[in-house]
């Protein structure tokens, strides 16, 4: 598999900015070879940046929304639909614990989200992640780490799961981002160890009882990057602010090739 790298850019930038910073990522993953890079800008960014790429887009290269709607299309002011982002996109991230915690996004309407993306044909980023830092001890030692220890992710992607069929389950990126560790809430974060990152990335692939691609997110930095893309069940990483210095997010890029 290879490495996955996303940007979440979150709602950041503006349009100067936005192309300035889509230019210099898209200049670092032209040196790279061996991984994918999705970008995920604020959807009124899409377009622009998506111009400024034009023929000369970078193949492994792609771009991602961070979110899009529910429903199919209708009476929903502000919101963006899953075909409206088709040719546009090739990714979505859907159900990111900011969705969950600050819009009140339940797993039916993320399991809605996650079906409407597969049948426009967009590639979705399940987030899922535990609310609550485990102990100290548990972080140490995950070696230890079992389904009742860390229950809030995995039934977060069960209850999407069971609305799969067998050949959808194959389309779906899991991002883990542990909610403790996800940086920009006022309060100092600091990312999930390596291997306790790596066991539960394990458990949830037991739990899809296939091996779906991976993600780990929280607190990535340029300097501890390769202590995730290092690990076993890790496939990629989701990386927020960070993927807003274009130097940062560079050294991201280079600790997955
Ligand atoms: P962070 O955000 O890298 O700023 O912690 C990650 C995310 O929320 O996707």
């Not at 290879?2 to 040196?31: C, F, H, Q, Y």
């Not at 377009?47 to 000369?56: A, D, F, L, R, T």
């Not at 546009?88 to 989200?113: M, N, P, Q, W």
């Not at 949830?204 to 501890?224: M, R, T, W």
Request: glycine letters at 8%; one cysteine or more.
């Amino acid at each position: 598999m290879r490495p996955l790298i996303v940007a979440n850019w979150k709602m950041n930038t503006n349009l100067s900015e936005a192309l300035i910073l889509a230019n210099g990522v898209k200049k670092a993953v032209a040196d790279l070879s061996g991984l994918d890079v999705v970008l995920c800008p604020p959807s009124l960014w899409l377009v622009p940046i998506s111009e400024q790429y034009g023929h000369h887009q970078i193949k492994h290269l792609f771009l991602g929304a961070q979110n899009l709607f529910w429903a199919p299309s209708g009476a929903y002011t502000g919101e963006i639909s899953a075909t409206m982002l088709t040719g546009l996109v090739d990714y979505a991230i859907i159900g990111h614990s900011e969705r969950r915690r600050l819009f009140h996004e339940t797993d039916a309407e993320i399991t809605k989200k996650v079906l409407l993306a597969l049948d426009a044909g967009l590639k979705p980023i399940l987030c899922v992640g535990e609310l609550k830092k485990p102990s100290a001890d548990l972080i140490a030692s995950p070696e230890e780490l079992n389904h009742s220890q860390i229950r809030q992710p995995l039934e977060e992607l069960e209850n999407v799961l069971s609305h799969l069929s067998s050949k959808q389950r194959e389309q779906l990126i899991v991002a883990y981002e542990p909610v403790w560790a996800i940086s920009g809430h006022g309060v100092k974060t600091e990312a999930a160890g390596g291997h306790y990152a790596n066991q539960v990335a394990k458990l949830i692939k037991d739990e899809a009882g296939i091996d779906i691609p991976v993600l780990y997110g929280g607190s990535v930095k340029g300097d501890n990057a390769g202590q995730f893309l290092s690990q076993e069940n890790i496939n990629g990483l989701l990386v927020g602010g960070a993927s807003l210095k274009v130097n940062e997010f560079s050294s991201i890029l280079k600790s997955a090739v």
